[in-house]
């Protein structure tokens, strides 16, 4: 490596702006550059620090022949001097002014700043209109709740991202409008039917009731001999039976939606259906009732007096239906899961489109039996069993009527 005597370097030294000082290790020294009285005001000694300045700190670099120490001046202008022993035994100072990295690190404070001020209102923004795009949905949710508070019942959210976090709750609040929606139609279909049957049942008690004021008012008013007068009060008989009736199928049927308390008992259902065949004939002399049970007993758990009432029911509607004068086929059969009672009649059958409406209150397809019947004993018949466990269906035909009973083998749980 060339070398550089200590007038050279120290004039390039000066050419950086720093204040150059060497002294040789014979005793002779060079000065460069603005001096420290320029750097800053103040004397200042050769080679260390001048008035007004700190102690130099340890060494911050060693080497085998350079030692570098450094010196921060303290005052207004605040100067920096490093010290280097050469090899040659000659000493290198040198001394710059803080003042331009003071000045630039309060720039660069300021740009930060402001760097930062802007950061943290561009993140801000980005920000909240996240925010507003990830919530849209909860807007629309709280528009689909207000319009369907004000009576559009068919508005959903429908989301497109079903599979989202908020679509989930879309989806879940669609599925929880359709339910309430579900069970405010079937609470207004309850609602109509309740009406509906209240009206009918004034209407049935309204003609026996009528008939019974009629004829008192005839037996009371009127002077009648023997036989008007016998006439009249069986008619008074007969329509307060007929009431009687109606009175008792209401307060049936009303138990059967309250929900029946039977009383189970381990019987045998072929004995049930023995007593329907002795009772039918005393009640119905013309009709021809067939019944046909197995040779081996047909034991369920069931309420007998239950049960008896809805085969009794059928085997009624039966009768009206064959005029009292046909054939009636009751049949117990065993199956390994249910028990099956059918009764089948040879009167004109019911037609496919009312085989399920039959068994709705007060509905009559024969307005013609309205004397012998109000519309009630297939609706209880279907609650009696149904309260067991079974079911009370009318079956296709083509014969005649057709009403099949089924009840679980043990009691359903």
């Known amino acids: 490596m060339g070398t550089v005597d200590d007038t050279d370097l120290a004039e390039r030294l000066s050419d950086q702006g720093l204040a150059v000082r060497i002294d040789s290790a014979g005793g002779g020294s060079i000065v460069a550059g603005p001096s420290p009285e320029q750097l800053r005001d103040g004397p200042r000694g050769p080679g260390g620090p001048g008035p007004g300045e700190r102690a130099a700190p340890q060494p911050t670099a060693t080497g085998s022949d350079v030692t570098v120490v450094a010196s921060t001046v303290g005052g207004d202008d605040d100067l920096v001097t490093l010290s280097s022993t050469l090899s040659d035994g000659s000493t290198l100072t040198l001394t710059a002014s803080a003042v331009g990295v003071e000045d630039t690190l309060v720039q660069v404070r300021w740009i930060m700043a402001i760097a930062s001020a802007v950061v943290l209102a561009i993140a801000a923004g980005a920000v909240i209109l996240i925010v507003q795009a990830t919530l849209r949905p909860l807007d629309q949710v709280s528009e689909v709740a207000r319009s369907i508070g004000a009576g559009e019942r068919g508005r959903r959210l429908r989301p497109t991202r079903p599979d989202t976090e908020i679509g989930r709750v879309a989806t ?157 086929r009751i049949t117990l059969e065993e199956f390994p899961t249910e028990i099956r009672l059918t009764i089948a009649d040879d009167g004109p059958g019911v037609p496919d489109a009312d085989r399920e409406r039959i068994f709705d209150r007060l509905v009559r397809l024969d307005p013609a039996r309205s004397a012998t019947g109000v519309g009630l004993g297939l609706p209880i018949a279907r609650g009696i069993a149904r309260a067991h466990g079974g079911d009370v269906r009318c079956l296709t035909s083509d014969d005649g009527g057709l009403f099949a009973v089924t009840l679980p083998r043990a009691r359903a749980r």
């Open 172 to 328: 879940a609040f669609d599925d929880m409008l359709d339910d309430v929606v579900g069970a405010e139609e079937a609470a207004r279909g309850a609602e109509r039917r309740l009406r509906a049957f209240l009206s009918d049942a004034a209407h049935e008690l309204r003609t026996p009731v009528a008939g019974i004021r009629a004829a008192a008012d005839t037996l009371v008013r009127a002077d009648l001999d023997g036989p008007d007068r016998e006439m009249l009060a069986a008619q008074v008989a007969r329509e307060a039976a007929r009431a009687s009736r109606l009175v008792d199928d209401l307060l049936m049927m009303a138990r059967v939606d309250r929900g029946l308390d039977l009383n189970l008992a381990d019987a045998d259902l072929r004995a049930l259906v023995s007593a329907e065949a002795e009772r039918a004939p005393l009640l119905h002399p013309h009709l021809d009732l067939r019944a046909t049970v197995p040779d081996a007993a047909v034991r369920a758990s069931v309420d007998l007096d239950r049960i008896a009432q809805v085969l009794s029911n059928l085997v009624e509607n039966a009768a009206r239906a064959t005029g009292g004068r046909g054939v009636v």
